[in-house]
């Protein structure tokens, strides 16, 4: 069975009808765990954060627990496995073999995604998550995977509108589906936005993102350290999110980081712990103006340049509109039919 990928509206010729089922033809199953109670198993998941905060180091560090079934801190069993990864953002050879190598990993266990093709000597191309069914066929012919990381998620979203609930629902409806349907636990990787507020709204992209994932969970520095980090629940739909987990960030002779799990409870929430974080730091805007500065420091750039790249950052128009105002950013038509051209 192939997981079902939504088409075309059909004809309103023909007449559409429900698809039901009894509950009494349901039979009720518990929920099956990754890591309980925090990552289930063949459910979608999503862990957020601000770039340059370990992310991807931790995911190597859960790699590691499924590959070696190594008992996770909270002296639950780990269930052993092959793991696929889905990087966009590190290369395979310097910085995710080096951590996978640090946090203890069986790599022979890891599966790299690096593409896509139409054949067996064919030109391989970009991955998206247009591509369900190639993951779907792996899983098929890979039955031991246990977990696929997709990092950052939004590096996949090719053609979609990541801001729009019904376009993201709609490519994460077949990748919730495919968890299902093979017992895999799916963790997907992505930033915070530059706004305020609960940290149920601070994902980057729509609200869909959050809405569509089982657990939601929120990596942040802790005051206690320069390198102490937490995983805190910002939402856990199949489980208690009463406390969160925290870790060190260590790093081998070689300077590779990994982490190292620490016994005690995180008893802050993300909400505070995203609160005291912001009134320690400045606003979006002057974010933005430093960062407005640095790209166009390097010389003229099209005004749609800027704004795609300043959207995947999280700054939303306003704020770009205010920094590109605080700047003084002169604007130009670069001709009749071309667009807008930003400097200096």
């Known amino acids: 069975m192939k997981v079902l990928i939504p088409g075309p509206?059909?004809?309103a010729n023909l007449r559409r009808r429900a698809v039901t089922r009894r509950a009494s033809d349901v039979a009720p199953q518990a929920?099956?765990?990754?890591?309980?109670p925090h990552f289930a198993a063949g459910k979608l998941s999503l862990i957020v954060g601000d770039p340059g905060l370990s992310k991807s180091t931790l995911t190597s560090c859960i790699a590691s627990h499924?590959?070696?079934g190594t008992d996770w801190p909270n002296d639950r069993r780990c269930p052993v496995g092959e793991v696929l990864m889905v990087n966009?953002?590190?290369?395979?050879?310097?910085t995710t073999r080096p951590r996978l190598d640090a946090a203890?990993?069986?790599v022979e266990k890891v599966h790299f995604l690096d593409g896509v093709t139409d054949c067996t000597d064919g030109p391989t191309r970009s991955f998206n998550l247009g591509h369900v069914d190639v993951i779907d066929d792996f899983l098929e012919t890979n039955p031991a995977v246990r977990l696929v990381i997709i990092d950052p998620i939004s590096a996949?979203?090719?053609g979609i509108d990541s801001h729009k609930n019904t376009d993201v629902r709609a490519v994460l409806a077949p990748i919730a589906a495919l968890a299902a349907k093979h017992g895999v636990a799916v963790i997907a990787v992505s930033h915070l936005n530059k706004g305020q507020g609960a940290a149920i709204y601070r994902s980057s992209g729509s609200m869909a993102f959050v809405a569509a994932s089982r657990a939601t969970y929120l990596v942040a520095k802790s005051e206690d350290g320069p390198d102490r980090r937490l995983l805190l629940p910002v939402k856990n739909n199949l489980g208690p999110d009463t406390h969160g987990?925290?870790?060190l960030l260590k790093t081998t002779e070689s300077n590779v980081p990994f982490v190292e799990w620490l016994p005690e409870p995180v008893t802050q929430t993300a909400d505070e712990v995203l609160r005291s974080s912001a009134e320690d730091q400045r606003t979006s805007t002057d974010d933005c103006v430093d960062w407005l500065r640095a790209v166009l420091s390097d010389g003229d750039k099209a005004a749609s340049e800027v704004m795609t790249a300043a959207e995947r950052l999280g700054f939303s128009p306003k704020v770009l509109r205010r920094a590109r105002e605080k700047l003084e950013v002169r604007?130009?038509?670069a001709g009749v039919k071309a667009g807008w051209i930003w400097s200096l």
Not at 31 to 36: D, S, T, V
């Open 104 to 106: 203890g990993a069986l």
């Open 9 to 11: 509206e059909p004809s």
């Open 331 to 333: 604007t130009d038509k």
């Open 245 to 247: 987990i925290g870790y």
């Open 31 to 36: 929920i099956r765990w990754l890591w309980e």
């Open 88 to 94: 966009a953002e590190d290369d395979p050879a310097d």
């Open 66 to 68: 499924v590959t070696t």
């Open 156 to 158: 996949y979203m090719a």
